[in-house]
């Protein structure tokens, strides 16, 4: 679902994780209504009998990471149809609250992907990154969803394999070049079957939601508390419809629609990139050092002149200066630049990396770009976020194409949506038909009724997920009540506004929701 589209998410200031686009935003395979009716509805008021042994469990925490932070390992079942049948090791952080005031139990984290450490993001950024009063008070928890990170990881690639993965070709110009990106396809999903058969079944959305819950009752909080950003708003609206009861103070910005198939997903995200391009566009050249066009040039030249260098690319790769020998492709360097659309704050590094590879024919800046979106390290070996992302993705909703000659007739509504993106986002979207395991999820609407207020925050020109998604999201939920952010990049919350800051602030503390139709700038 999401994923940075090429993975999707970037959040605090740092990309961390989400929908991937090269990667994906779909699922495969269908599955029965009645299994996934089943999956999406909402749990009993009292716990399960074969469920009692998980929610009673004791946790042993230890010192861990960052000074005053603590780590544990929770148990869930692998599969909650079957309680018995085997366990999952979950791995949670947490920093007790430290300051004087009543005590307001836990806050949960999660950062986006599917694919995010929410474990790292804690221990790295939100322990310092809360107000101080949100700190004092509240003890900040994390928990890495099920195959991800440190929770029983999915491994699908090698750290070559994925060097040779990142750079297909990901817009044909020919049948050959076609078979050649649904063969990348193949050993990617295959590559997941092999190396974590068991687990690839286990790791929906519906499940971490579930975990979720298991987690509340071993903290000791009789509610949810809980604050999402990108596919973190889907695993807490999953959350809420599965437990409306269980509903604390719970905040969701940069908001996924759970409603919209695959294919409305992946075309909306396409038009919210090229949003963002157009921002950056136009404040692109007003700098002396814009190579795509000087002041005055109109958006629409400016990205004529970045797709023209993308198919020179395509042509021709240039050097990196990389150990491994990788070049830069056309692939690489539009994932460079899909990275550097998350915020403001990476768009002069954007502009220096692409002045580097159009005027200096050096390729080094957009792979780091590329490097970071994926998470591969200097030693060439990649974090398992993009296994994750698309594990997640391919359960949670069917493909979005059923084969390559859907996608050739999707392709003028994606390029319509984005002239500088739209081939390469819609080409992938095919990835999830490949996919080993059937999917577990479908689309839906998530009311949560009977739940508390749940904040729904949405950026007018956020590229990853478009504010459309975040209206729709606080209109099906019962208790929806949409915060508006006037403004650029993916998410709101620890931005840089004093005006979300403070609403969603005040909220946490006092669970006073934001007044209907409150908008930020």
Partial sequence: ????????????????????????????????????????????????????????????????????FECATMK????????????????????????????????????????GSAVGYLQQY?????????????????????????????????????????QTDMTPDDQAETRRLVEAYKRFAEGCEQRSPDLLRHVST????????????????????????????????????????????????????????????????????????????????????????????????????????????????????????????????????IAAMYGQTSWPQLREALTQAMRDNDGAGLLALSDSYYERGANGNYSNLMFANAAVNCLDLPPAFSG???????????EKASPVFGRGLAWASLSCTYWPVRATGQPHRIEAGGAAPIVVVGTTRDPATPYSWAQSLASQLDSGR?????????TAYGRGSKCIEATIDAYLLTGTPPTKGKRCS
């Fill in 404 to 414: 390559p000659e859907q996608v050739e007739q999707a392709l003028p509504a994606f």
């Fill in 482 to 490: 949409l915060l508006t952010f006037d403004g650029d990049g993916h």
């Fill in 126 to 166: 939100a322990g310092i990154g809360y107000p101080a009063e949100i700190r004092a008070r509240y003890d900040l928890v994390a928990v890495d969803p099920r195959g991800v990170a440190r929770s029983e990881p999915i491994e699908c690639l090698t750290g070559p394999q994925m060097d040779a993965y990142t």
């Fill in 206 to 337: 519906a499940e971490a939601a579930r975990d979720m819950d298991v987690l509340r009752a071993v903290l000791g909080d009789r509610k949810l508390t809980y604050v999402g950003a990108s596919y973190g708003t889907f695993l807490g609206a999953t959350y809420a419809g599965l437990f409306p009861e269980r509903v604390g103070r719970m905040v969701l910005d940069g908001a996924m629609d759970p409603s919209l198939p695959a294919r409305r997903l992946s075309e909306d995200q396409t038009a919210g990139f090229e949003t963002a391009f157009q921002s950056f566009a136009k404040d692109c050249v007003r700098q002396p050092d814009c190579p795509l066009g000087g002041p005055g040039t109109p958006p629409a030249q400016v990205g004529d002149a970045l797709k023209a260098f993308f198919g020179k690319l395509d042509a021709s790769p240039i050097p990196t200066g990389d150990a491994s020998g990788r070049k830069l492709g056309e692939a690489l360097a539009t994932t460079g630049v």
């Fill in 1 to 68: 679902m999401f994923l940075r589209p090429l993975q999707l998410m970037r959040t605090g200031g740092t990309l961390v994780a989400a929908a991937a686009l090269l990667v994906s935003a779909c699922s495969s395979g269908g599955s029965t209504t009645a299994t996934t009716d089943a999956a999406l509805a909402a749990q009993p008021p009292s716990t399960p009998s074969a469920l009692a042994p998980y929610y009673a469990q004791h946790l042993t925490w230890r010192a861990c990471g960052a000074p005053g």
């Fill in 76 to 115: 869930a079942p692998r599969d909650y149809a079957k309680p018995a049948s085997g366990v999952v090791k979950l791995a949670v952080t947490r920093k007790k609250a430290t300051g004087r005031g009543k005590p307001l139990g836990s806050l949960l984290v999660n950062p986006g992907g599917p694919g």
